[in-house]
């Protein structure tokens, strides 16, 4: 196998989105995605059985798509690599399975690979090598998680995530909550350019001192977030806007909302960063497209001499040469090919790689 610039085909199917994705290397040749979000949109949030369908209607067309795109033969590649987990299980189910049905028609090593270190190993596309001292601040619909990256290959540890509902969670439950739809993300950044963000002062979670502690003896949550109270919050705000009679004021709200989540995340990123000798911050996931979280992180990496990248939103977001990008990654580093014998696994810890 070509293993100094090896084309990798990568396959992901966590979550709503079918993605495939061709890299030579850390060049991306391909990127192409067939999303199920219209499907859920009436639901108000992913539904893994109706995801699951959709992977399994969507896969061959995006596979297609794929190599056209990237101009080469399923013939010609290398390697192929998969999403075994964290996601849905059904969804992943169906990744996997195309994944080891493509490797056993073609002869072609699989590599099983972590999607949230994929997420991280995108980075590669978009400007080369991952700088030493990197962390890596993942917040999307299904995460929000701070990781030390040692070694994108063999050395990622989790150091702080939510304990609860991820931010693009909170995203869609307050959309829902002010009557503004599904997803919600999109159109509360929106709205909360015209709003004021210091109207309401939502609770940040989980930095009160019994949680945090101290540098020296940290709290169980130093680096941890919370979501759900700020929800709840949220409802509570609207329900006493609606008896007082008074109009709802949606922007106000929204950009409340949305200052609470950004401050929130990037204090405990930048906390995390510091006390770790972290110098390097990559932002990912679906939530990195938020101006707002954007903005305030580079703000705050940029007082504390931290340099961040923040890779395009159509790499941020889940795809499938994300997957491709780690599994080249991989294979570049000498790793062994996963066989077909392994299963997915819908909560696959973050220490682990590949499989
Ligand atoms: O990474 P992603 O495509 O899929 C998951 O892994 O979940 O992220 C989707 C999430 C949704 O919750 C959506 O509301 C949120 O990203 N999102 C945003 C923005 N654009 C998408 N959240 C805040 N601001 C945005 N501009
Ligand atoms: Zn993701």
């Given at each position: 196998?070509?293993?100094?610039?090896?084309?990798?085909?990568?396959?992901?199917?966590?979550?709503?989105?079918?993605?495939?994705?061709?890299?030579?290397?850390?060049?991306?040749?391909?990127?192409?995605?067939?999303?199920?979000?219209?499907?859920?949109?009436?639901?108000?949030?992913?539904?893994?059985?109706?995801?699951?369908?959709?992977?399994?209607?969507?896969?061959?067309?995006?596979?297609?798509?794929?190599?056209?795109?990237?101009?080469?033969?399923?013939?010609?590649?290398?390697?192929?690599?998969?999403?075994?987990?964290?996601?849905?299980?059904?969804?992943?189910?169906?990744?996997?399975?195309?994944?080891?049905?493509?490797?056993?028609?073609?002869?072609?090593?699989?590599?099983?690979?972590?999607?949230?270190?994929?997420?991280?190993?995108?980075?590669?596309?978009?400007?080369?090598?991952?700088?030493?001292?990197?962390?890596?601040?993942?917040?999307?619909?299904?995460?929000?998680?701070?990781?030390?990256?040692?070694?994108?290959?063999?050395?990622?540890?989790?150091?702080?995530?939510?304990?609860?509902?991820?931010?693009?969670?909170?995203?869609?439950?307050v959309a829902?909550i002010l009557g503004l739809?599904?997803?919600g993300?999109?159109?509360i950044?929106?709205l909360a350019?015209e709003g004021d963000p210091k109207r309401i002062r939502f609770?940040?979670?989980?930095?009160?001192?019994?949680?945090?502690?101290?540098?020296?003896?940290?709290?169980?949550?130093?680096?941890?977030?919370?979501?759900?109270?700020l929800k709840?919050a949220v409802a509570r705000c609207v329900e006493q806007f609606e008896?007082?009679?008074e109009p709802l004021p949606v922007a106000d709200i929204a950009a409340s909302f949305q200052e609470a989540v950004?401050?929130?995340?990037?204090?405990?990123?930048?906390?995390?960063?510091?006390?770790?000798?972290?110098?390097?911050?990559?932002?990912?996931?679906?939530?990195?497209?938020?101006?707002?979280?954007?903005?305030?992180?580079?703000?705050?990496?940029?007082?504390?001499?931290?340099?961040?990248?923040?890779?395009?939103?159509?790499?941020?977001?889940?795809?499938?040469?994300?997957?491709?990008?780690?599994?080249?990654?991989?294979?570049?580093?000498?790793?062994?090919?996963?066989?077909?014998?392994?299963?997915?696994?819908?909560?696959?810890?973050?220490?682990?790689?590949?499989?």
């Amino acid at each position: 196998m070509n293993r100094t610039q090896p084309l990798v085909l990568g396959i992901e199917s966590s979550c709503d989105e079918t993605g495939v994705g061709i890299v030579r290397g850390d060049t991306l040749l391909a990127n192409t995605v067939s999303s199920s979000m219209d499907e859920h949109v009436r639901f108000g949030g992913v539904i893994p059985e109706i995801a699951s369908r959709a992977h399994l209607d969507a896969f061959i067309p995006t596979l297609e798509q794929a190599l056209d795109t990237a101009g080469v033969t399923l013939d010609e590649v290398d390697a192929l690599a998969v999403t075994s987990g964290p996601g849905l299980a059904g969804a992943l189910m169906v990744g996997v399975c195309a994944a080891k049905a493509l490797s056993l028609a073609t002869g072609k090593p699989l590599y099983a690979i972590n999607h949230l270190v994929a997420h991280v190993g995108v980075g590669v596309l978009d400007g080369g090598v991952l700088p030493e001292n990197l962390g890596a601040l993942l917040v999307s619909g299904g995460h929000t998680e701070i990781l030390r990256v040692r070694s994108l290959t063999d050395d990622v540890e989790l150091l702080g995530a939510t304990i609860d509902d991820a931010a693009g969670e909170a995203y869609d439950k307050v959309a829902r909550i002010l009557g503004l739809g599904y997803p919600g993300g999109p159109v509360i950044d929106k709205l909360a350019r015209e709003g004021d963000p210091k109207r309401i002062r939502f609770p940040r979670g989980l930095t009160q001192p019994k949680y945090m502690g101290s540098a020296e003896e940290p709290g169980p949550h130093r680096y941890d977030w919370s979501f759900s109270g700020l929800k709840t919050a949220v409802a509570r705000c609207v329900e006493q806007f609606e008896a007082a009679g008074e109009p709802l004021p949606v922007a106000d709200i929204a950009a409340s909302f949305q200052e609470a989540v950004a401050d929130v995340i990037t204090a405990k990123a930048m906390l995390a960063c510091t006390e770790h000798g972290i110098s390097n911050l990559l932002l990912g996931g679906g939530v990195a497209a938020n101006s707002r979280l954007r903005a305030l992180t580079q703000e705050r990496c940029d007082k504390h001499g931290i340099s961040l990248r923040v890779p395009p939103v159509s790499l941020c977001t889940d795809n499938g040469a994300m997957v491709a990008a780690l599994g080249a990654q991989v294979v570049m580093a000498g790793g062994q090919p996963s066989g077909i014998e392994f299963a997915p696994d819908s909560s696959m810890p973050v220490s682990s790689v590949h499989l």
